[in-house]
């Protein structure tokens, strides 16, 4: 298996149910990424893990918590999320991260809060 | 200044035409520029990227144009097909942040 593999690809979930979101990379990558994809809003970068080491928290609510057990998988937990926390939850990975590494995306987990 | 502005939000080009997506940045550190393709139901893939050294990049049917002095780039898609139907995102990075900042996305629609 090549690339970056995330699952569930999709999840419906109460405002007051607990999940995680995997990611799986590939690509022998040392640093992994998570964004939120909304409609017609840029990609929005909520995590950065390098090594294994929290790099980046872009001001992420505390009810989405990430978790980096090794450099090959990602995971973001779920906690009494908000409605408008629906949206595409996309993981990527780099080699490492400097500016002209380009980022490998896995294919997302669309999330729907109900 | 950490924007980047795409536009259009959306096109639509008949097969055999040309594709014409424009970024601006304002941000004169950033020095890496590439653009996504992204398929309905999949995640974006990298398509092609430039750094502002050269001012064209072309790999077969795709080329990027980059003017430094406007701070603008732009994606040309010749011959277009409708397999090439999807979102484009612009993005740009560089300086002392590796972190990409993406425009909104161009959704292209190539009809037959």
């Known amino acids: 298996e090549t690339g970056v593999t995330q699952t569930p690809r999709h999840l419906v979930m109460g405002m007051t149910n607990k999940k995680s979101l995997k990611c799986e990379q590939h690509?022998?990558?040392?640093?992994m990424y998570w964004y939120k994809q909304s409609a017609k809003k840029p990609l929005e970068l909520m995590f950065v893990?390098?090594?294994?080491?929290?790099?980046e928290n872009n001001s992420v609510p505390s009810r989405f918590s990430p978790e980096c057990p090794n450099s090959s998988h990602l995971f973001l937990h779920l906690h009494t999320l908000q409605p408008e926390d629906s949206a595409l939850y996309l993981c990527?990975?780099?080699?490492?991260?400097?500016?002209?590494?380009?980022?490998?995306f896995g294919d997302g987990t669309r999330l729907s809060i109900l | 200044q950490q924007q980047v502005k795409q536009s259009p939000q959306s096109l639509i080009v008949q097969k055999g035409g040309i594709s014409i997506i424009n970024c601006a940045y304002e941000?004169?550190?950033?020095?890496?520029f590439p653009w996504y393709q992204q398929f309905p139901g999949k995640g974006p893939a990298l398509l092609i990227a430039?750094?502002?050294?050269?001012s064209e990049k072309k790999e077969g049917r795709f080329t990027i144009s980059f003017n430094k002095s406007a701070k603008q780039f732009s994606l040309h898609i010749m011959d277009s097909q409708p397999g090439d139907s999807a979102t484009y995102f612009c993005?740009?990075?560089?300086?002392?942040?590796?972190?990409?900042?993406f425009g909104k996305g161009t959704l292209l629609t190539v009809n037959p």
């Open positions: 990527a990975s780099s080699q490492d991260r400097a500016t002209n590494q380009p980022q490998h």
């Open positions: 690509l022998g990558h040392n640093a």
């Open positions: 893990y390098s090594l294994e080491e929290r790099v």
């Open positions: 941000n004169t550190a950033f020095d890496y």
């Open positions: 430039i750094r502002p050294d050269v």
């Open positions: 993005a740009a990075s560089g300086g002392s942040n590796y972190k990409l900042t």
